[in-house]
């Protein structure tokens, strides 16, 4: 004869199954790979001057440059909320490629400054790529979702 357990326990037991089963379907924010991660140092030194430290544009040098400064938390939203432009923004922050035909640029030309040397067999030019790539990787986890439209 199998003994029989208690109704409380079966209860319990229930109630502990439904909470891990909660717990498992609540989404863990992802976490940010360490590409990104070694951006976000990046983008605090070189970009957060201007575009502040949120991306928003509110940088303490705002009020000096002639030109705002993006807000780049919307990028993937302004190109049509579609994806992140990668290639079209490493393009823009590396600035050596951009045709003279789009006028001046207020932004500096980060790919003449950034790529320090890591080292023998490392050219400065794969070293700015790949610190620009970093930073395209932060900002990619800094694009907020399409502004709804208010119908």
Do not use: K
């Not at 983008?43 to 009020?63: E, L, M, Q």
């Not at 302004?78 to 290639?87: E, L, M, Q, T």
Request: hydrophobic content about 40%; charged content about 20%.
């Amino acid at each position: 004869m199998t003994p029989r357990r208690p109704f409380g326990s079966l209860v319990a037991a229930g109630a502990l199954l439904l909470l891990g089963l909660a717990g498992a379907a609540r989404a863990e924010p992802a976490q940010p790979s360490p590409l990104a991660v070694s951006g976000e140092a990046l983008y605090v030194r070189h970009c957060a001057v201007c575009h502040g430290r949120s991306g928003t544009g509110n940088g303490p040098f705002r009020g000096v440059l002639t030109v705002a400064p993006s807000d780049l938390t919307r990028i993937a939203e302004r190109r049509g909320g579609g994806s992140f432009p990668r290639d079209e923004i490493a393009a823009y922050v590396d600035g050596r490629f951009v045709p003279p035909a789009h006028g001046t640029r207020e932004m500096p030309v980060w790919g003449r400054w950034l790529g320090q040397s890591l080292g023998p067999g490392v050219e400065r030019d794969d070293a700015a790529r790949g610190e620009i790539l970093a930073i395209l990787s932060y900002l990619e986890t800094l694009q907020q979702p399409a502004e709804a439209d208010g119908d």
